[in-house]
């Protein structure tokens, strides 16, 4: 966020009339950990058109590591703007289901206390894949994370997501309160398991009992998530102000699309989500796995790729026909096969995601995809690439978004010039690509080494490291848009 823009201020008097419910009425039944711009344009959204006919759903929102949407919200009452853009065309709604967003860093005794009001009968999530301190190649909790080490050092005064949900989860038990559902929206494989083994494996290295209590008796429903949300830029800000002569500090942008599959497993009360749009169903990982492998996986190899090409944004990268083409067989012929059938038209859905990419409406910047690829690689290519690989079938264009990524993570572009890596292993990798001077036959032994990502079984297999090191081959000698437009010639 930078510039405030100018008029009317958005708040609640000025959105009187505006919301379909008395916003009066309305009292918290969920908090939720990390609440950023695909929250607010998400679960927030649904659970906004929840509150019409039960207000007992309102949302007490917590940023876990910086102050930045308290201070742009609170002056607005939490209040703000929802902009859904297709093409020229946008419409706004004011969207009123935060009633509040506390600053962990600042507020931790009023989270945990939001957390452990008996009101509150769902905590969740989405803190990305690195808010969950653990190993993205195995799912286990990472006990030498900083923040586990904080955690376990300090129980009371917690940091990480983890320690705050066992802190008022113990809190709660002690005051003989039932437990709240835990239900995680980040985009990690099988996500409530994920999360439960998580946090109960962070309650065990604190206190055996508790987590047997956690296992037993809270629930951990999986879901999956998807709407394409880029950062909201100054350019939004004046958009959204034109369009409903309110000045919104910090208004998001999405699309038209939207999809929540849950799986319908709560420890007590839920909200009505099914009479809103959402699928509630008994299984939700065939979804998660569709969805990560053909959007995700296409996203980040359209990221790193599109990035080294010169593409700031998606919309543009795709429109590139031969990156199109690849992106298109990536998912047709590699990520396709590898997923269950009754999950119906899969093309159709291929075809969907094209033209969400295509949207020139939404400015998602190819660098703010490639954020974090350490985290993300394993759950959106690796899986594909070891699905097929043991079937004895090739994942060349899976392994072509990964070369992307280990090009990408040298840190320097095409043009000699720095690239802005964020990730949490940046620096590791950054030393890495130095000490490889430039080989790619060395660049790809040493990450195929960081078992973090890559685990212990890929750097094993010949034909992957003989892919992935013509790949880089190409990357560093021709550049990322000739690569793939030979690449999709020569297929």
């Known amino acids: 966020m930078t510039t405030e823009p100018h008029g009317a201020r958005l708040s609640a008097a000025a959105a009187h009339g505006r919301l ?3 916003r009066s009425r309305v009292t918290p039944g969920v908090v939720h950990l990390g609440i950023g711009a695909f929250h607010r344009a998400h679960m927030a959204v649904y659970v906004d058109d929840v509150l019409a006919t039960d207000p007992s759903w309102g949302i007490i929102g917590a940023s ?9 919200l609170a002056p607005q009452d939490f209040l703000y703007t929802l902009a859904v853009r297709a093409g020229a065309d946008m419409t706004t709604r004011i969207i009123g289901s935060i009633l509040d ?11 945990i206390a939001a957390m452990t009001d008996p009101r509150i009968r769902i905590v969740s999530l989405t803190v990305t894949e690195k808010g969950y301190c653990h190993d993205p190649a195995t799912g286990a909790l990472d006990p030498a994370h900083p923040d586990i080490v904080h955690d376990l050092a300090e129980p009371h005064a917690p940091v990480s997501a983890p320690g705050l949900i066992v802190r008022a989860l113990q809190l709660r038990r ?4 039932p437990p709240f559902t835990v239900l995680c929206c980040d985009n990690l494989p099988a996500n409530g398991e994920t999360a439960a083994r998580i946090v109960t494996g962070f309650a065990a290295m604190r206190d055996r009992e508790l987590a047997a209590y956690i296992a037993d008796e809270v629930a951990f429903p999986s879901t999956m998530v998807d709407r394409i949300v880029p950062a909201t830029t100054d350019e939004d ?48 990982r065939p979804y998660e796995l569709m969805k990560l492998r053909m959007l995700n996986g296409s996203h980040s190899t359209i990221a790193y790729l599109g990035y080294l090409a010169g593409h700031e944004y998606v919309s543009q990268a795709i429109a590139d026909p031969a ?32 033209e969400r990419f295509a949207n020139p409406a939404l400015k998602h910047r190819t660098w703010q995809i490639a954020m974090d690829g350490s985290q993300k690689l394993p759950q959106r290519l ?23 990524w280990m090009r990408y993570v040298t840190g320097v572009d095409e043009g000699g010039q720095p690239i802005d890596v964020k990730d949490p292993l940046a620096e590791r990798l950054r030393a890495i690509a130095d000490a490889a ?28 490291r003989r892919v992935l090191t013509g790949h880089l081959d190409s990357l560093m000698r021709r550049g990322a848009a000739r690569t793939v437009r030979d690449f999709v010639r020569a297929g």
């Open 20 to 22: 379909p419910y008395d």
């Open 64 to 72: 876990l590591r910086r102050p930045d949407t308290r201070n742009a």
């Open 101 to 111: 967003v506390i600053d962990a860093a600042s507020q931790r005794p009023e989270l």
């Open 174 to 177: 002690a005051a003989g309160m």
């Open 237 to 284: 800000r004046r958009l959204v102000e034109a369009a409903t002569g309110l000045a919104d500090a910090w208004p998001v942008v999405t699309e038209p699309f939207s999809q929540w599959v849950v799986e319908d497993r709560f420890g007590s009360a839920r909200p009505p989500l099914e009479q809103v749009g959402v699928q509630l169903v008994a299984d939700v």
């Open 323 to 354: 990156l199109r083409t690849l992106i298109r067989d990536l998912m047709t012929e590699e990520a396709m096969p590898t997923l269950a059938g009754e999950l119906g038209d899969l093309g159709a859905y291929r075809d969907a995601l094209i």
């Open 382 to 404: 690796l899986g594909t690439i070891r699905d097929r690989l043991a079937r004895g079938l090739p994942a060349d264009r899976a392994a072509l978004g990964v070369a992307a």
């Open 437 to 464: 001077g430039g080989e790619p036959a060395k660049l790809v032994d040493a990450m195929l080494g960081v078992a973090e990502v890559f685990g212990h079984d890929l750097a094993g297999s010949a034909p992957f």
